[in-house]
DNA sequence: GATGAAACATCAAGATC
DNA sequence: GATCTTGATGTTTCATC
């Protein structure tokens, strides 16, 4: 899978808004729709453009409270492991989820409302998996940055 | 700013699939295209459907290192905090920022190809500023859930 | 909520480099 | 020989009714 230089510029406007038509979209590539139109249906296909999200704010939406929710465990089975991903990644509080390097074994990211409903979810998250010998919660006072588009050199 | 249950439907399925055309759209909510259409500009008006953007394949494009960056400081001047935005936000790598309540004062995430890769991009980061206390960085060893869904009730 | 004009995406056939 | 342009066709958006 090689990009090259057009490829790359489509995917860096693309990331920043993809409700551009496609005649827009080739011109600031210098480009006519067909070729452009090839270039995206191949971007689609090998993956690399994988899908196209609305974004929301989550400050009109009354859900700007984030937290950080650092995670140790003492049963470190794959079979634990698998226990723990299938409580967690159905949360829709939970925007991101990772297994970590370091004194913490898993830290996610959780959007919610407000403290309350924090600690609501905090609850559901603790009695829906055990093994949790180390639960410990950050929170965000104010954020200074927020992106989705991945840095294309 | 009022919404009910369709325009939190409309919203729900677009924070999922954003290249969805307004039949199909419509037709998901019960909805004809005219309708569905005025819904959505006053979607777009109010400010809550912010933009719509394409996200990409961090693993094929070779950035699939997720560090998360803590930083202390000393300065805690409203210009030392400026000077700070002003610092990190341009950087292209750095996805996510917050100012944070408990120990560390700034945490951000950072997206990039590999640990030499964050290694230059820490350099760059703490020569652009001073008063950084304290930098400890972690690093995510799996990525389990990755959402920019909102959860809409 | 229906309708239709204008804008748009899609794809074939052929030109260009 | 891959990459482009033109143009024809079906689809989608969106303002008027």
Redesign the interface.
């Known amino acids: 899978?090689h990009?090259d230089k057009v490829d790359k510029a489509l995917?860096a406007r693309?990331?920043?808004?993809?409700?551009l038509s496609l005649a827009d979209l080739a011109e600031s590539v210098n480009l006519t729709t067909t070729p452009c139109w090839k270039r995206l249906k191949r971007l689609e296909e090998?993956?690399?453009?994988?899908?196209?999200?609305?974004?929301?704010?989550?400050a009109?939406?009354g859900?700007s409270f984030?937290a950080?929710v650092h995670i140790k465990t003492s049963d470190h089975s794959e079979d634990w492991y698998q226990r723990f991903?299938d409580a967690?990644?159905p949360f829709?509080?939970?925007?991101?989820?990772?297994?970590?390097?370091?004194?913490?074994d898993?830290?996610?990211k959780v959007?919610?409302a407000d403290m309350p409903a924090f600690d609501l979810f905090y609850k559901k998250l603790v009695n829906s998996i055990d093994g949790l010998t180390n639960v410990t919660s950050?929170?965000?006072?104010?954020?200074?940055?927020?992106?989705?588009?991945?840095?294309?050199v």
């Open positions: 899978m990009l995917l693309l990331q920043e808004d993809a409700s090998s993956g690399v453009l994988r899908k196209r999200v609305a974004l929301l704010d989550p009109i939406l859900l984030t950080f991903v967690v990644t829709d509080e939970v925007m991101e989820c990772y297994r970590m390097a370091g004194e913490y898993y830290m996610m959007q919610v950050t929170f965000a006072m104010e954020p200074l940055k927020y992106t989705t588009a991945l840095p294309l």
